[in-house]
């Protein structure tokens, strides 16, 4: 019965936050889409991506490019920060930066991008908001290949994350 009830109601959540996602890539930053990001986990307070290892993101040894996994990371911190706008209703404009990244070890299966900054990038919108000036906030996200080493970080990433009311 609550398996009926589920399937009545439609798709779940990150289904249809993947799909947006990815129409979204298409359109505006297609080498994204060619990544084929998922949506593991959203809230206002957390976006965990998945980008899966295949042909198109595997490097010549077998492991991610770490183009690719530099992307994840830009869409994981992004797609946080667009529902946060979303849910505002704000005309900010949003870019990043500058980036650091460190690779700890080599990402061999699927990787998982996880930014849990939701509530420090409200207080940004919101003192951009406020002030009509650009603001900025470092932003970090952490990678992991949950299958082969857990929670252990493979790659960490810092973002600048940079916006200004429109």
Partial sequence: LIVMATVSRGKPSTFRETMALRLWCWRHIPLLAWIRPSVVAMDGDRCILR??????????????????????????????????????????????????????????ADVHFACEQGSEIRALLDRADASGERENLPVRVVATVPSRFGDEPVATFELTLSVKRR
């Fill in 51 to 108: 980008v899966p290892l295949s042909r198109r993101t595997r490097n010549h040894l077998g492991s991610m490019y770490f183009g690719v996994l530099c992307s994840g990371a830009d869409a994981a911190a992004a797609l946080l920060g667009f529902r946060l706008l979303r849910e505002r209703g704000s005309r900010i404009s949003v870019i990043f930066k500058d980036a650091r990244a460190e690779f700890l070890k080599r990402a061999e």
